[in-house]
């Protein structure tokens, strides 16, 4: 899921570099995703090559100049990279510092001893019924965790967050990797589609003057139930689609040299939670104080950015958690050099995709979805939806699927009642977060970080966001008939 910063967004607001009509650019569209999915699925290109060619394939059928085409995948996947792959580095950092001084384990351990996990420190549950019913209850206690984390943060920050303790949790407790994964990867969907103060949201509901406490209050009314249904329960579905266990590459495994003592559980929760507190409470001043050029608020928009909330992280982490392994300063380094190699793919990939979205963008796609949709005879609330999952298949960006589709329906919103107003800024959401594919940013990084074939992303991680789209359509649309 490519999510970009409000600030960001002036990179897509740019002239279209063809002049191309409509049905050439939905060919050409077609013909970018088709050669992207055949090279990796036929003819087993890497990822990052294919969405390069793919790139210029889709510029070069929308006769757009190839030296503008090479610009905008550039621009795209320095965008994307400095967005996201700083974060992942950090992340990746922080993770190997978790790993090896034993606070990952100390976490995973505590989690599946709790719920009666198969874990090597598990406390013994009180007969097997005990022990299933703690195993049972392991996606919905992911699924929390990942909405109370992805509540302040981007999806790829609880992304890079989580993915160390559900790929342990995976492994330690002997669940599959889709079991696990897709009720935090729900939580944080939702977050992030649904929920101010993420950006998307925000812009919407000021561009079609709804209320911010309504939305944010029908909002969790949506996304309960949204969550469940794309989480805990389509998990076991998708387990049984794609029976996969977590990547050894990717696992945070435990110290070569086993620290003679480990970090306690609430020092390393709290280490690992520190970035999302700081990140919070940047939300909760945005909302209270409201006023930019206000003190406050410019200092928590530093402490509360995501560069500087996870930088902060990994340097508090090198001492409790380094320190409290006995980790030499020595140690701390190599740890820190160590974790940065695994992740240069994912990096790449990432940013590629970036790079292809941004190349839909500017050749013009996501206006002709506009264009196009301006003739649909619908109610609102559908309309909205409809336009969004039009951008969204398009671009790969939700962020610009919100905005492009609040633009469009926003003179509507003045004949609605303030509730209605919310449930179409809640519409749109939805509708961004429909079919994420091979032009979304997200699908590469949720591909890498769970080590899945594209086929195997698209029937899991693909499907769930369908999920979410459609059942948290449907919650607005009941909602809408009883508020």
Known sequence: MTHLSVEMLAADATVPITSAGHAQLGIAVLAGIAVIVLLITKFKLHAFLSLIIGSLVLGAVAGAPLDKVIVSFSTGLGTTVAGTGVLIALGAILGRLLADSGGADQIVDTILAKFGGAGPQALPAKGGGGRRAGRRAMPWAMVLIAGIVGLPIFFEVGIVLLIPVVLLVAKRGNFSLMRIGIPALA?????????????????AIDAVGANLGITLALGVVVAVPTAIIAGPVFSRYAARWVDVRPPEKM?????????????GFGITVATVLLPVVMMLAKALVD?????PKA?????????????????????VAMFTLGRAAGFSRGRTAATVEKSLAPIAGVVLIVGAGGGFKQTLVDCGVGQMILDVSKGWHLSALLLAWLIAVAIR????????????????????????????????????GCGSLFFSHVNDAGFWLV???????VGQTLK????????????????????????
Do not use: N
């Open 287 to 291: 909302v209270v104080v409201d006023d």
């Open 251 to 263: 696992i945070p495994q435990r110290a070569s040299e086993e620290p003679e003592k480990r970090p």
């Open 393 to 428: 298949l398009a671009t790969g960006s939700a962020t610009v699927a919100t905005i492009s589709a609040a633009g469009l329906v926003a003179p509507l919103a003045a004949d609605m009642s303030t509730t209605h107003v919310a449930l179409l800024v809640l519409a749109i």
């Open 295 to 315: 003190g406050v608020q410019r200092v928590f928009d530093v402490v509360g950015s995501p560069l500087i909330a996870l930088l902060t992280a990994v340097i």
């Open 460 to 483: 899991t991680w693909s499907v769930m966001e369908t999920l979410i789209s459609v059942v948290g359509i449907g919650c607005v649309l009941l909602l809408s008939l009883v508020v």
């Open 187 to 203: 939580g944080l969907s939702v977050m992030h589609g649904l929920i101010p103060p993420h950006p998307g949201p925000l812009v």
């Open 447 to 453: 591909k890498e970080y769970f080590g899945l074939s």
